[in-house]
């Protein structure tokens, strides 16, 4: 089956598949946890739905461009790119697009809460999903533009490349996307750094120390009657840090090889290869590293959900049981 493969790459595409496909699960059952506890005000619904349904779709993707290479012979491998390669590229590179816009959306609800803790109107669940969806459309069209043009491109397995049909000229746009989504992580790291270092000042008092006390007074009471929106406040901007730094792995070092071309170049080819790989599972990564390692509440929820689960069965056990019982009793 592997016989036009090179052992190096088989080796590692099913690892990344199997990692994949962990990852995968992880963002189903969260997000059946999420919808389970969907009134639970303590987490962020309207984001956990939207970043866990583009991780599964983001995981499809990937596995699917991994697993038909290693399945298919070669030359019905290259029929299939050609057949669907470029709509699972699209897929792909929009739910890796998605995710990335959602963290300026969440970057946007974080300075509007520092500004006005106590009104959120603004930012509502049912609004989260509108500007979601608008969203949505706008990463939609960047990529349509170039798959309905003479240089769509096209994801291919075989050389880890990202193949244009006009190579090795790019669509406008998609050179435009290239170049600069690397100021979307990184610029939005630096704001959220920012604001965790206001928050800071806020809590241990720096700016108090030079305002007039009267200031204080009105700053403190403002704090009390918004403890619950700070500390969720606190969730929130830990998840798109932790957003922004998983997403600028693959950015940043997209930014280093066009950068540095020919020191890149001169490294052995395993190495750009596995450099490659491990790029692409952070992606797959993200949900895992945010709302499991990096958030307890979304963590404890998700356990709870699996307790209720266990507790269900259980009881459902127990009923049948003592069913089975009553009516041997009965006879």
């Not at 595409?13 to 059946?32: G, K």
């Not at 987490?43 to 290693?70: E, H, R, S």
């Not at 940043?252 to 692409?280: E, K």
């Not at 056990?317 to 069913?323: A, E, F, M, Q």
């Amino acid at each position: 089956m592997f016989e036009h493969i090179p052992m190096f790459h088989v080796v590692f595409q099913l690892i990344f598949c199997f990692l994949a496909f962990l990852f995968m699960l992880y963002d189903i059952a969260l997000l059946m946890a999420t919808y389970a506890y969907r009134n639970d005000q303590n987490i962020p619904f309207a984001y956990l739905i939207v970043m866990n349904v583009c991780g599964v779709l983001c995981k499809i993707a990937f596995i699917t461009d991994f697993v038909t290479y290693l399945v298919l012979p070669y030359y019905e491998y290259l029929a299939y790119r050609e057949f669907l390669g470029r709509e699972f590229t699209m897929l792909g590179t929009l739910t890796y697009f998605i995710p990335m816009c959602v963290s300026v959306l969440m970057t946007l609800n974080r300075f509007f809460i520092v500004l006005r803790p106590t009104d959120q109107r603004a930012f509502g669940q049912k609004r989260i999903f509108f500007y979601s969806f608008l969203i949505l459309i706008l990463c939609f069209t960047l990529l349509l533009i170039p798959r309905l043009s003479y240089c769509p491109v096209n994801f291919l397995a075989s050389t880890l490349v990202f193949l244009t049909a006009c190579a090795p000229e790019r669509h406008p746009v998609t050179k435009f996307t290239n170049i600069n989504a690397i100021w979307v992580p990184t610029t939005l790291l630096v704001i959220n750094l920012l604001m965790v270092l206001h928050l800071k000042a806020n809590r241990y008092d720096i700016y108090s120390r030079i305002r007039q006390k009267s200031s204080v007074i009105s700053m403190s009471s403002s704090n009390s009657l918004a403890q619950s929106q700070i500390r969720r406040e606190h969730m929130l901007m830990r998840q798109t840090v932790a957003i922004t730094v998983g997403l600028s792995f693959y950015e940043v070092g997209s930014l280093l090889m066009r950068t540095f071309p020919d020191t890149y170049n001169s490294l052995p080819q395993q190495v750009r290869d596995l450099t490659f790989y491990f790029r692409l599972e952070t992606i797959c990564a993200i949900n895992f590293i945010v709302y499991y390692m990096g958030s307890p509440s979304t963590r404890k929820m998700l356990k709870k959900y699996f307790r209720s689960g266990e507790l269900k069965r259980d009881l459902s056990t127990r009923k049948i049981s003592s069913t089975f019982q009553m009516s041997r009793i009965e006879t």
